[in-house]
């Protein structure tokens, strides 16, 4: 059960269309968080990610402070 779970990210990309960084969990699930312009600066962090939802490939979640 990924929802609600706190996840350590490692952000590989940002994607400046939609404002979405893109990193993988330890466990190698896609996660996607959507951040501001200035989100682009995590990429190559490792940081704490709350999911608020989850598939089976893929979790959702936003940045912790």
Do not use: M
Not at 11 to 32: H, I, P, Q
Not at 37 to 43: C, H, R
């Amino acid at each position: 059960a990924w929802d609600g779970a706190t996840v350590e990210i490692l952000f590989e990309e940002f994607k400046e269309v939609e404002n979405r960084l893109v990193g993988r969990s330890t466990e190698n699930k896609l996660t996607f968080v959507d951040t501001t312009p200035d989100g682009k600066a995590l990429i190559g962090q490792t940081r704490k990610v709350f999911v608020k939802k989850a598939n089976p490939t893929t979790l959702y979640g936003e940045l912790l402070p």
